[in-house]
């Protein structure tokens, strides 16, 4: 592993006073980590250094072909003031799946926890501390030749940036409406659903829109060959709780694989609860709910941790879930969740990493 070099700011940034109003993604820290890599090399020159922009040529590969992918974790200050990190190699592991599918270079995972670890040490100021707000963790990689064939870039340029994120629920945990989309698809089978990769996300954005004007705040997507299978919501994957179990879609290539997915499955093994990842289609949870058999409904993220469904738009048909309030089964999950992350609750699965 390469050591990592600091190069700290003379100009630091003026802090956000109120931590009410810090929103998401909109504010950045004072410095930012950043290594290349070319074929010869490899990753080389990891750096920490003050944050700011990069000149780059217009005909640099990642403006026209998308040849991107990124990460997205949480840095959160506990009440003693210490920080910590949740199941960040996990995040790096799935950058290297992603990577893998886009033809990019895979990280050294352990060289990328210690860029991010000295970057944390130089903006640890910048993690607020009023409760629900976190440090917003961005790892991005970008193919940086300077050609327009569509080939596999030579070169590369691996970042990551940190942003000071308000609480996502201002006024308490709130249960969202939700649209099913019927028509256009995220991602398919055999495409790039299962990465985190900037292309399904502006693919995701028409839909986006259309469902905020009806005033749904996220879209549930469909499966892209029969339209029928639920596949997941935003940048968030879909939990049921069912009469009998929990259930999840299974991890079936076209979607992404969350931490916080994987989390809470775990957490409802530790809770007695039982789980099933299996196709079901919206048809099945319309049903369901006719026979009074659909007890609850959440997605899951880094951002929100656990968004509770209260509405359900298909088709023109709209179904309540759980009466339009907080099932009981989410508010355990998002409260024994949020406890591990901000080290209120004991981390039973090993998953919380200090910064020190
Ligand atoms: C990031 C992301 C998620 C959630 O993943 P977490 O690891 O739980 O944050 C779900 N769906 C999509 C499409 C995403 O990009």
Redesign the pocket.
């Known amino acids: 592993m390469v050591p990592v070099r600091v190069t700290l700011t003379q100009h630091p940034k003026e802090k956000p006073q109120d931590e009410s109003k810090l929103g998401f993604g909109v504010i950045f820290t004072d410095h930012m980590f950043v290594m290349d890599y070319n074929p010869e090399q490899g990753w080389h020159d990891p750096e920490v250094k003050p944050y700011g922009p990069f000149v780059m040529d217009p005909g640099t590969v990642v403006f026209h072909y998308s040849q991107e992918i990124f990460e997205?974790?949480k840095c959160y200050r506990r009440k003693d003031g210490g920080l910590q990190l949740f199941r960040p190699r996990d995040?790096f592991a799935?950058m290297n799946r992603s990577a893998e599918r886009l033809c990019m270079p895979q990280i050294e995972i352990e060289q990328a926890m210690a860029g991010l670890m000295e970057l944390l040490k130089a903006d640890a100021d910048w993690v607020p501390s009023t409760p629900g707000t976190s440090l917003y963790i961005r790892p991005t990689m970008i193919a940086t030749d300077i050609m327009l064939g569509v080939h596999a870039s030579r070169t590369y340029r691996f970042f990551i940036i940190c942003s000071p994120s308000g609480a996502y629920y201002e006024n308490g945990l709130a249960p969202v409406g939700i649209y099913v989309e019927s028509e256009l698809v995220r991602a398919v089978r055999g495409g790039v659903g299962f990465t985190?990769t900037g292309g399904?996300?502006a693919a995701s954005i028409l839909a986006g829109d259309l469902a905020e004007k009806k005033g749904y705040s996220q879209v549930l997507w469909l499966d892209g060959r029969e339209n029928k299978y639920i596949e997941?919501v935003?940048?968030?994957?879909m939990f049921f709780k069912f009469k009998d179990a929990l259930v999840t879609p299974p991890l079936n290539g076209s979607?992404?694989?969350?931490?916080?997915?994987d989390s809470i499955l775990k957490l409802a093994q530790e809770m007695g609860v039982p789980t099933q990842e299996r196709r079901i289609t919206v048809q099945d949870v319309f049903d369901a709910a006719a026979r009074g058999e659909l007890e609850e409904a959440f997605g899951?993220?880094?951002?929100a941790v656990v968004s509770p469904v209260g509405r359900l738009m298909w088709n023109d048909r709209e179904i309540e879930i759980s009466g339009g309030e907080i099932g009981t089964l989410t508010q355990k999950f998002y409260d024994r969740l949020t406890g591990i992350q901000y080290g209120t609750e004991p981390d039973t699965l090993g998953w919380v990493v200090p910064v020190e």
């Open positions: 997205g974790m995040n799935r985190k399904n996300y997941e935003g940048s968030m994957n979607i992404l694989g969350g931490i916080t997915r899951t993220g880094t951002a």
